[in-house]
């Protein structure tokens, strides 16, 4: 199986929001999200729970628990490519609504115009 693309959505003006709220984790937090984004690198569509899960309108969600504390990085797929649009922790197993509408219109902006939105680590 080829390994998917991961990369992330990128603001026009150039910010990436799921870096910089990656950059403020928690050193083992950080080591478990940049290990379940090359999980869905390997894995692609197959990544299934507990690690991965859908949502809606095509978006699904990264799942990473630490000590208590769920992790969640939001993603779509776009041709062989995983866009990792939105992120958040939640104290609930729940990903709430407004994070996950928040991920569809960043989805919305980067189907319109995937190489502006585009940012590859």
Do not use: C, Q, W
């Given at each position: 199986m080829p390994k998917t693309a991961v990369i992330f959505y990128m603001e026009t003006d150039g910010t990436v929001p799921v870096l910089d709220w990656l950059a403020e984790l928690p050193p083992k937090a950080?080591?478990?999200c940049r290990s379940k984004?090359?999980?869905?690198?390997?894995?692609?569509?197959?990544?299934?729970?507990?690690?991965a899960d859908f949502l809606r309108d095509k978006v699904y969600e990264l799942r990473v628990g630490l000590r208590?504390?769920?992790?969640?990085?939001?993603?779509?797929?776009h041709g062989n490519m995983a866009a990792v649009l939105a992120h958040g922790i939640v104290k609930?197993?729940?990903?709430?609504?407004?994070?996950?509408?928040?991920?569809?219109e960043r989805k919305r902006k980067f189907e319109s115009n995937p190489k502006?939105?585009?940012y590859e680590r």
């Open positions: 950080l080591d478990k984004i090359e999980r869905l690198a390997e894995m692609g569509h197959e990544l299934r729970r507990p690690e208590g504390i769920n992790y969640r990085m939001l993603y779509f797929f609930e197993s729940a990903v709430p609504t407004k994070e996950i509408d928040l991920a569809i502006k939105h585009s």
